[in-house]
Nanobody, 125 residues
Framework: QVQLVESGGGLVQAGGSLRLSCAAS????????MGWFRQALGKERDFVAA????????YLADSVKGRFTISRDNAKNTVYLQMNSLKPEDTAVYFC??????????????????WGQGTQVTVSS
C-alpha cells in the first residue's frame, strides 16, 4: 500500500502561483509513476501532469503546458506541481495519484491505484 498526502492548495488571484506537494509513504519503492489530476465541480476527473519516477520523464496536459511544472524529490518521496499564471478555469480539487504498473502512457486515471484525499485550488478573476 502507498499513502499519499497532498498540501499547498488555496485561494489565489488570476495570474498568481501555487505549489502543490504530495508526500508518499508506505511501499514507495514500487512506484512507477505519480500524477496530478483535477476535478472541477460537476465534471470528470482530468489528467494534469505525471512523472515517471525513476527516469524523471514528465507529461503535461495541453491546457497547462507552459504554466505548470511537475517535479519530484526522490529522497523525500514527494512530487510537486508548480502552477504559474493561474486562470479561473484551473479551479478544481487537485488529486495526487501513484501507480506501480509500468506503462508507456501514464495519463489515464484508470492506471493509478493510489489516490490522495485532494486539495482545493480556487482561482479568482
Amino acid at each position: 500500500q502507498v499513502q499519499l498526502v497532498e498540501s499547498g492548495g488555496g485561494l489565489v488571484q488570476a495570474g498568481g502561483s501555487l505549489r502543490l506537494s504530495c508526500a508518499a509513504s508506505g511501499r514507495t519503492f514500487s512506484t512507477y509513476a505519480m500524477g496530478w489530476f483535477r476535478q472541477a465541480l460537476g465534471k470528470e476527473r482530468d489528467f494534469v501532469a505525471a512523472i515517471k519516477w525513476n527516469v524523471g520523464r514528465t507529461y503535461l496536459a495541453d491546457s497547462v503546458k507552459g504554466r505548470f511544472t511537475i517535479s519530484r524529490d526522490n529522497a523525500k518521496n514527494t512530487v510537486y506541481l508548480q502552477m504559474n499564471s493561474l486562470k479561473p478555469e484551473d479551479t478544481a480539487v487537485y488529486f495526487c495519484a501513484a501507480t506501480s504498473r509500468s506503462r508507456e502512457v501514464i495519463v489515464s486515471t484508470t492506471l493509478y491505484d493510489y489516490w490522495g484525499q485532494g486539495t482545493q485550488v480556487t482561482v479568482s478573476s
